[in-house]
């Protein structure tokens, strides 16, 4: 596509629930990222591709969150047993070598 | 460790009144430093790359300048769209070759007609 799309863009779920956030890149972009952006924080790394292979996942937070990529496009970040400090937006990019990211609109995550 | 810190943390000013945001980083070694515009409920937009001290980069009403401490994002005559957030972020020479970038939290600019 033209841009990089995110669904959904806002997803409220009890905690404990599982979600599932979804990032679809810009078509031919081989790298892939996630980051969390809290309030009054920066954005925060979560975890790269390149292709379908996660060579850094140092910013995962916990093993509750897991993420996956498949053929080399669209990727899929799971959060398992939701906790209210996961509330934040989620922001996916994508980028073809070393220029700027190409960033979707995020999806909004409340844990109530 | 890399670290990225914005100033100030909000800025108002009347429009045509210029200004500059500063972003100072402490990083082991820097491939590029950033800049984007984020606007309420949507993705950072970018701006700009800087890679070697005394570089420049302008779009329109914005310049941005890079030395080998410190980035600064020159406003020149804003106008009231141009009230966003910016985002200053670099990347590592340590990154291991792909693009992971350190943010700071942001500078949120408003513009007043």
């Known amino acids: 596509g033209a841009g990089v799309s995110q669904s959904p863009s806002n997803k409220v779920t009890e905690k404990g629930k599982d979600v599932e956030l979804r990032c679809d890149p810009i078509?031919?972009?081989?790298?892939l990222y996630w980051y969390r952006q809290s309030l009054g924080q920066g954005l925060e790394f979560l975890i790269y591709?390149?292709?379908?292979?996660?060579?850094?996942k140092s910013g995962l937070p916990s093993d509750r969150f897991s993420a996956e990529r498949t053929g080399g496009s669209v990727s899929t970040l799971t959060i398992q047993r939701t906790q209210q400090e996961d509330s934040a937006v989620y922001l996916c990019?994508?980028?073809?070598?070393?220029?700027?990211?190409?960033f979707g609109s995020g999806t909004r995550l409340t844990v109530v | 460790e890399d670290q990225v810190t914005q100033s100030p943390e909000a800025l108002r000013l009347q429009e045509g009144e210029s200004s500059s945001l500063n972003c100072s980083y402490t990083?082991?070694?820097?491939?590029?430093l950033f800049w984007y515009r984020q606007d309420p409920g949507k993705g950072p937009e970018f701006l700009f790359t800087?890679?070697?001290a005394g570089e420049e980069k302008e779009k329109e009403r914005l310049k941005a300048t890079l030395t080998k401490k410190e980035s600064f994002l020159h406003i020149t005559a804003p106008k009231p769209e141009d009230s966003a957030t910016y985002l200053c972020?670099?990347?590592?020479?340590?990154?291991?070759?792909?693009?992971?970038?350190?943010f700071g939290a942001g500078t949120r600019l408003a513009v007043h007609p």
């Open positions: 990019a994508s980028s073809l070598g070393r220029e700027g990211y190409t």
């Open positions: 078509s031919g972009h081989t790298a």
């Open positions: 591709f390149q292709g379908n292979s996660a060579p850094d």
């Open positions: 990083v082991s070694g820097l491939r590029g």
């Open positions: 800087l890679y070697s």
């Open positions: 972020a670099v990347q590592p020479l340590t990154s291991g070759g792909y693009n992971k970038l350190i």
